[in-house]
């Protein structure tokens, strides 16, 4: 099959959806992908695109990864009162 409508949605912006990355300043890259920054909405290329979404994925499985140590510590405080017990009867 022919792809003759590929990047068709591109072909009216202006350099062909082409120009400057405003995160990592490459030049002639594709800068499709729009991101508010700092309270400014700029575009920027897929490769920052990908990295701001894997950071952003990493900081709530980290957020998670703490909630849930958050309240191990008070199930654990019911564990070493349990082992003093097991040690004498050891005895």
Do not use: Q
């Not at 022919?2 to 062909?16: D, E, F, Q, V």
């Not at 992908?33 to 952003?56: D, S």
Request: net charge positive; hydrophobic share 40%.
């Amino acid at each position: 099959m022919s792809k003759n409508h590929r990047g068709s949605g591109i072909r009216t912006l202006p350099a062909h959806g082409r120009g400057t990355c405003a995160i990592c300043g490459k030049d002639a890259v594709k800068v499709l992908w729009e991101k508010e920054i700092n309270g400014e909405t700029v575009k920027i290329c897929k490769i920052c695109n990908a990295v701001l979404k894997n950071k952003a994925r990493t900081e709530a499985r980290v957020a998670k990864s703490a909630a849930a140590e958050a309240s191990a510590p008070a199930e654990s405080a019911e564990a070493p009162a349990e082992e003093p017990a097991a040690e004498t009867a050891a005895e």
